[in-house]
Nanobody, 126 residues
Framework: QVQLVESGGGLVQAGGSLRLSCAAS????????MGWFRQAPGKEREFVAG????????YYADSVKGRFTISRDNAKNTVYLQMNSLKPEDTAVYYC???????????????????WGQGTQVTVSS
């Protein structure tokens, strides 16, 4: 089992920045890939960013490429999402997810992620 707890969400003006954190416990954190997803009201949950077990591979949705950065600290069992140049369309609940069946490959598919956090709200005002 893996438990994930997100933090760092909040209200920010357009152009601002936020850093989300996801603390993991349970199975060995450093052995699997991690990802961030988001879900806006009335929309499907979508992939935002993913990172391999070592942090050596990352992948981003086109909508956030160049503005968001995913990273991880395996010593702290934590994955981060640094969000810069935020836009109102980034407003959503952001979820951290773990993909224990994946190690070096970053997957964008929701069903590849077996464990999910409770989500943290990010609201970007115009």
């Amino acid at each position: 089992q893996v438990q994930l707890v997100e933090s760092g969400g909040g209200l920010v003006q357009a152009g601002g920045s936020l850093r989300l954190s996801c603390a993991a416990s349970g199975r060995t954190f450093s052995s699997y890939a991690m990802g961030w997803f988001r879900q806006a009201p009335g929309k499907e949950r979508e992939f935002v960013a993913g990172i391999s077990w070592s942090g050596g591979s990352t992948y981003y949705a086109d909508s956030v490429k160049g503005r968001f950065t995913i990273s991880r600290d395996n010593a702290k069992n934590t994955v981060y999402l640094q969000m810069n140049s935020l836009k109102p369309e980034d407003t959503a609940v952001y979820y951290c997810a773990a993909a224990p069946r994946f190690r070096t490959v970053v997957t964008t598919r929701r069903y590849d992620y077996d464990y999910w956090g409770q989500g943290t709200q990010v609201t970007v005002s115009s």
